[in-house]
């Protein structure tokens, strides 16, 4: 196999599961801020959305989208499971999973998108600068629903780290080095948050 790896949270979140399941793949880096993933070879052979991360399989297919790289890497190597070992514990995964991405991760990214990282975007995809602001509250406010859930939780979907916690890490540390921190009245996501940051795998990703 080989991993298409960039800046970026998306990646980010592949390495970080990869590195608690203890997993690693050969990369291959590609310039994100140089538009690489934009154009041929990589948008013509890898990923014709132009987007990273993507897993290049060993018959030479490929995989793009986070969590179905992680839902088909959690199959390859079950071992560490971080999507589940039952049916009710990778249901519930998968629900925390799409409760962040919707309420946290989506506008928490397109936030920035079409603010701060404008001149990045603005001539690769549609922005829509008008939205930012908005769209960064909406992040707040998912971080806020969520921050009472979690009061007697060391992790999002109960008592074991799942993809939903690295998702979530992944997406508010990046959110924090681009001007959207975590509101600090969000107690039990701070606490969350600095126990995660304190995990060897958000180092190492």
Not at 61 to 79: D, H, K, M, N, W
Request: with cysteine; glycine share 8%; aromatic share 8%.
């Amino acid at each position: 196999m080989k991993f298409y790896n960039s800046v970026g949270p998306n990646p980010r979140v592949v390495k970080m599961f990869m590195a608690e399941k203890c997993i690693t793949i050969p990369e291959i880096m590609i310039d994100l801020r140089g538009g690489e993933n934009r154009r041929a070879p990589y948008n013509v052979d890898v990923n014709p959305a132009g987007q990273t991360p993507a897993l290049e399989l060993d018959d030479g297919s490929v995989l793009t989208e986070v969590t179905a790289i992680c839902e088909y890497l959690e199959e390859r190597f079950p071992e560490i499971p971080l999507i589940g070992t039952t049916a009710e514990e990778r249901a519930t995964t998968r629900m925390w999973v799409r409760r962040i991405d919707l309420k946290i991760c989506e506008p928490l990214t397109n936030g920035f998108r079409f603010s701060e990282g404008l001149s990045l975007f603005e001539s690769r995809m549609r922005v829509l600068p008008e939205a930012a602001a908005g769209l960064k509250a909406i992040a707040r406010d998912g971080i806020r629903w969520l921050d009472p859930l979690i009061d007697e939780r060391n992790f999002i979907a109960g008592g074991r780290i799942t993809l939903a916690d690295v998702m979530l890490f992944v997406f508010l540390d990046f959110g924090a080095g681009v001007g959207q921190p975590i509101d600090p009245g969000c107690i039990h996501v701070h606490r969350w948050y600095e126990a995660m940051k304190s995990r060897p795998s958000s180092r190492e990703a």
